[in-house]
């Protein structure tokens, strides 16, 4: 028979304890949520009867997941990041605030301070043999107008999956930049074609997916901030049609609305106007549609901690 006591009073004071709330210091809100921790972990533990070999297995695999900085990519891995955007998503729905591009997940993998241009900007630094990619598109307020000045902030992986800074044999900020619409409110990028992106086998998100039966992949993509003064700050991704996981993505990030058709291009004359070598390039054209912002707050992404300087601001 299941012994239970977590509901006694005696134990929920004694959580209420360990929790500060007799303490006239610290921080009510994190004693509110970690009484809320204590309590739920216990009767997960009741109820579910867990081990204390399983609870110890837990901790060490915590310190791993910490030590390898993986936390964020967990995150995304089980869904609680998706779960944020659809939160959200109902939030807005509520507010009557549904209208442009959809949000989808940042991801662990922004690093802030990208070099900044005006109109366009080339991305890879030249070493990567991949596909050239001409990324281009227009930033539109609300009522469809044209943005000017507003910031694209856009990020990707190499043809190996993986991420500058990340990734130390790439240069600083290979694949990152930050491109300042022009008057038409268009950007353009030069870029290769990214892979998708792969969890480290060896590492503890994948140890964790493989006792649930998951892979750890997921389609080519490119990650957005799209910014602009007056318009509500948008974290999005273009996730690339006809990729195997497309909708079999390990992190839930691609979205209806968020799909991109990278054209492929096979012209040499082609190529060759535009400074390409060889006869191969791909396109892909992608929109966004900003919000207003309803107060200033909203301009701004949110201040998760990332790699590098943040200072929260998304204007600069
Ligand atoms: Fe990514």
Redesign the pocket.
């Known amino acids: 028979m299941t012994v239970k006591i977590s509901h006694t009073a005696d134990i929920q004071a004694f959580f209420e304890q360990v929790a500060g709330l007799g303490q006239a210091e610290g921080n009510p809100r994190f004693k509110q949520i970690m009484l809320r921790v204590l309590q739920d972990t216990a009767r997960l533990i009741e109820d579910l009867e867990v081990s204390e070999d399983e609870f110890w297995h837990a901790v060490a695999y915590l310190n791993r997941l910490g030590g390898r900085n993986e936390t964020g990519l967990l995150a995304a891995g089980l869904g609680i990041e998706h779960f944020l955007d659809l939160l959200q998503d109902a939030k807005d729905a509520e507010a009557g605030l549904t209208s442009g591009t959809p949000r989808t997940i940042e991801?662990p993998?922004y690093v802030a301070g990208a070099p900044l241009s005006e109109g366009d900007a080339r991305m890879d630094d030249g070493t990567d043999p991949g596909v050239v990619m001409f990324l281009q598109g227009q930033v539109f307020d609300a009522d469809g107008q044209p943005l000017a000045g507003a910031i694209v902030d856009l990020?990707?992986?190499n043809t190996q999956g993986t991420?500058s800074y990340f990734d130390s044999t790439q240069s600083d900020y290979n694949l990152r930049r930050r491109i300042v619409t022009d008057a038409e409110g268009r950007y353009r990028a030069r870029s290769i074609v990214?892979s998708g992106?792969g969890c480290d086998p060896q590492g503890p998100t994948q140890e964790c997916l493989n006792l649930l039966g998951r892979h750890g992949q997921?389609p080519a993509?490119?990650?957005f901030f799209i910014s602009a003064p007056g318009h509500r700050h948008l974290t999005t991704?273009i996730n690339f049609a006809g990729d195997k996981y497309l909708w079999d993505d390990f992190?839930y990030?691609t979205r209806d609305g968020l799909i991109g058709d990278l054209q492929f291009v096979d012209d040499a004359a082609a190529a060759h106007n535009r400074g390409v070598q060889g006869e191969r390039f791909a396109e892909l054209a992608f929109d966004f549609h900003l919000q207003a912002a309803k107060a200033p707050e909203a301009e701004v992404r949110s201040h998760r901690p990332r790699a590098l300087q943040d200072n929260g601001a998304s204007m600069g």
């Open positions: 991801g993998l990020w990707h992986a991420y990214p992106y997921r993509h490119v990650h991704q992190a990030a």
